[in-house]
């Protein structure tokens, strides 16, 4: 089975700063994939960052980049040069061979202050 | 980048009723559809796997029978909700992938309420 663990239910953030949010999963699978979205409060889930797990390099997509650290199982966002537009909740998740389907993290609600 | 169409955006219906809600893939071939439910402030949770030609799969506790789920085409997928409760009031999502299931793509989801 597979989880993923999200332990920051909130977490502020001045504009312009960077801030990182947490996830870490478990998987007996060696082949998966790790994804972060966003979710604001409209309700869509906007891709961020894909991590597959035999990437050597972390991956980065503009202001986004993971922070993977296989070893202990982990998968960061780190969001740098925070916008007040990058309020919302965001989701870690998984996917690997076996389950098709994306597994969810609890999430982060992430206000960015001005 | 691939597009998810799903509608309606928002529903409100009587108790006992029935809610069928579509979703899309617009400029690709989703062979896999997924439909979750996200209850407020909550995660999302995966109702069901819809899988073109073929029956549904569905997660345990999910009854069948009320979230009745076709995929007909390889470019919609529908959820309907039979007789609906005020309990199924919740925000429903769809995501479809394309046939290695490397990315998938998310609707814009359904917040449904039930009187």
């Known amino acids: 089975a597979q989880k993923i663990t999200q332990t920051q239910p909130g977490m502020f953030v001045q504009e312009k700063e960077a801030v990182t949010l947490d996830c870490t999963y478990d998987?007996?699978?060696?082949?998966?994939?790790l994804f972060w979205y966003k979710q604001p409060s409209s309700g869509e889930m906007i891709f961020l960052i894909y991590?597959?797990?035999?990437?050597?390099q972390n991956a980065t997509e503009g202001r986004y980049s993971l922070n993977f650290q296989k070893a202990r199982k982990s998968a960061n966002l780190v969001i740098s040069a925070s916008q007040l537009g990058d309020s919302a909740m965001y989701f870690c998740a998984i996917k690997d061979t076996g389950r098709r389907a994306l597994t969810f993290g609890s999430g982060t609600r992430l206000q960015v202050q001005p | 980048g691939a597009v998810v169409s799903q509608h309606p955006s928002r529903v409100i219906c009587k108790s006992g009723t029935s809610v069928k809600i579509e979703c899309r893939s617009l400029d690709f071939q989703a062979t896999t559809m997924f439909w979750y439910r996200q209850f407020p402030k909550q995660s999302l949770m995966l109702m069901a796997t819809s899988n073109e030609g073929s029956k549904a799969t569905y997660e345990q506790g999910v009854e069948k029978d009320k979230f009745l789920i076709n995929h007909a085409s390889l470019t919609l997928s529908t959820l309907t909700v039979t007789s609906a409760h005020p309990e199924d009031s919740s925000f429903y999502i769809c995501s479809a992938g394309d046939l290695e299931l490397e990315k998938l793509f998310f609707g814009s989801g359904t917040q449904l309420s039930v009187l």
């Open positions: 998987t007996s699978d060696q082949s998966y994939g």
């Open positions: 991590q597959g797990s035999y990437d050597e």
